[in-house]
């Protein structure tokens, strides 16, 4: 009986060179209701509001 060779893909597989990764599922999308967002701008416009307050000259 002859002896099968083996493909690269074997020797690879077989020193653990190479490892196939698990297939994962696709991540869900969120709805943009599900989204949870910071009202990140209001902050960013009142400290503006407030230093041009600030530096305004005095009547």
Request: overall charge positive.
């Amino acid at each position: 009986m002859t002896r099968r060779r083996k493909s690269v893909w074997d020797r690879l597989e077989e020193r653990l060179i190479f490892k196939p990764t698990t297939r994962t599922p696709r991540k869900k999308k969120l709805s943009p209701t599900e989204i949870v967002t910071f009202n990140y701008t209001a902050t960013l416009a009142d400290s503006m509001w407030l230093r041009r307050r600030a530096r305004r000259k005095p009547c």
